[in-house]
């Protein structure tokens, strides 16, 4: 199954952020609060989006970070997956 966004919303993917202390020892992402920087897996159309014209200003492959409360977590095929609108990105890692 695919994820196809609707309107000015946008899949994103959670980017799981290691950790290396000072000595050297990787601790995993999980240990604190969840990264808010997610990689775009789906974008989607624009258009006429509550009677203002929307330009998606993403795209797929971009890295963004978006607000912390953003978005509704959906699990498909055993991934996790975050749906915001684009609103919510805050801006794009280059």
Do not use: C, F
Not at 2 to 14: A, E, I, N
Not at 24 to 30: A, D, K, N, R, T
Not at 45 to 62: A, N
């Amino acid at each position: 199954m695919k994820l196809v966004p609707l309107g000015d919303r946008v899949v994103l993917k959670q980017v799981l952020a290691e950790e290396t202390t000072k000595s050297g020892i990787v601790l995993p992402g999980q240990t604190k609060e969840k990264p808010q920087q997610a990689e775009v897996v789906a974008v989607g159309p624009g258009g006429m989006v509550d009677g203002k014209e929307v330009t998606m200003l993403v795209s797929v492959g971009d890295k963004v970070i978006y607000s912390k409360y953003a978005g509704t977590e959906v699990e498909l095929d055993g991934e996790e997956y975050l749906v915001v609108k684009q609103n919510d990105i805050l801006a794009v890692i280059k």
